[in-house]
């Protein structure tokens, strides 16, 4: 057993880092301010080659792997977490599915450009009326000749307005099927963009299809298989999201420690009195469970072992603890936390979300539970 990263996967860390601390961190806080995406950090990832880290290079990838994959998503959300789920709602939830189940022209046209970073992807799964009950989805979809026609809504859509191409479900006789949808489909349309507490220079909108007519051709898998394909896509998702919740809980903790060694009360360094260094120790024990849970999860699936119980556990504990480090973060700052002029606020109110999308913590917690019972 080797706990240790590869060679390649250390470097990938170290370029994103780089690219994370340099380019994402001068402008997160007034992007988070302003809601603004900058669709720019999104295009420089692509030259980078971080857009198809996971891909082969023949799906015009850059040939790595699941755990340089969420290494680079927690190490851009240590800095900015909108940017890091960006990428992961990109690569997870829009690529994999298309990976996994496209056929070759449907990688030729849609995974490539993906992976390049050319098109940018997003996810339509959740509607109006299921959220949890993802199985209860109302948008129909119907054969005319040589289109699919759709009809529905699809709401909290990650990347939505700015993607080019989205994974959309509906249901049809045969049960749910998956589709790949452009932005310039006729009937497709961007709804209202939503107001957020966190993750705020990431958009997230309703989109609308009406009469949205979709080629026979972007059918992704059989009809019917939409549901399993939803739940597969969501078992790496969940992983990218611990990903992103271990990276806002790390970035919290190197904000906390700066700060305890600096800030002096009662004539010594805060950090060196065990009201606030218990709370470290205590923030970094359970970030490293994260990180173990996490890089197990991807790890597990890189070499093609079930990796569903393995992505639920990381995702619920990942996020518990990042909800958990972010508020004690805020705690050892005090008043200073409490405002935005140091970014640990901002840690917290971007820590929620990881407990509540891609399957709140009761889901998670649902999914481990029937799996350790099926044991
Ligand atoms: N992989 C493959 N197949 C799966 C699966 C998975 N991870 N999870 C369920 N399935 C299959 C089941 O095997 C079952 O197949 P059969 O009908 O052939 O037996 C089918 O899907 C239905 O499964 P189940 O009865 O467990 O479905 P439920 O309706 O009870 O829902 C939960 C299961 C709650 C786990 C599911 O609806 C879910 O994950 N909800 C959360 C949705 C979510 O994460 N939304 C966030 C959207 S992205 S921000």
Known sequence: MDFLLSE?????????????????????????????????LFTQMAELGFTGLPWPEADGGAGSDFLSYVVAIEELSRVCAST??????????????????????????YLKPLARGDKLGAFGLTEP???????????????????????????????????????????MDAGPAAFIVEKDDPGFFVGKKEVKMGIRSSPTTEIR????RVPKKNRLGEEGEGFKIAMQTLDGGRNGIAAQALGIAQ??????????????????????QQGISFKLADMAT???????????????????LDYGKASAMSKLYAADTAMEVTTEAVQ????????????????????????????????????????????
């Open 209 to 212: 299809l009406e009469n949205c």
């Open 332 to 375: 050892v700052f005090g008043g200073y936390g409490y405002i935005r002029e140091y970014p640990v606020e901002r840690y917290m109110r971007d820590a929620k979300i990881t407990q509540i999308y891609e399957g709140t913590n009761e889901i998670q917690r649902l999914v481990i539970a029937k799996m350790v019972m099926a044991d």
């Open 251 to 272: 970035g919290a903790l190197d904000a906390a420690t700066a700060y305890a060694k600096e800030r002096k009360q009662f004539g010594k360094s805060i950090g060196g």
């Open 8 to 40: 390649d996967q250390q470097m990938i860390r170290k370029m994103v880092r780089d690219f994370a601390e340099n380019e994402v961190e001068p402008t997160a806080a007034e992007r988070d301010a302003e809601e603004r995406f900058d669709r720019s």
């Open 286 to 304: 359970k970030i490293e469970a994260s990180r173990l849970l996490t890089y197990q999860a991807a790890w597990r699936e890189q070499e093609g």
């Open 84 to 109: 890091g789920v960006t990428l992961s709602a990109h690569i997870s939830l829009a690529s994999w599915p298309i990976y996994k189940f496209g056929t070759e022209e449907q990688k030729e046209t």
């Open 129 to 171: 009326g299921s959220g949890s009950d993802a199985g209860a989805m109302k948008t129909t979809a119907v054969l005319e000749g040589e289109h699919y026609v759709l009809n529905g809504a699809k709401i909290f859509i990650t990347n939505g307005g700015e993607a080019d191409v989205y994974v959309v479900f509906a249901v």
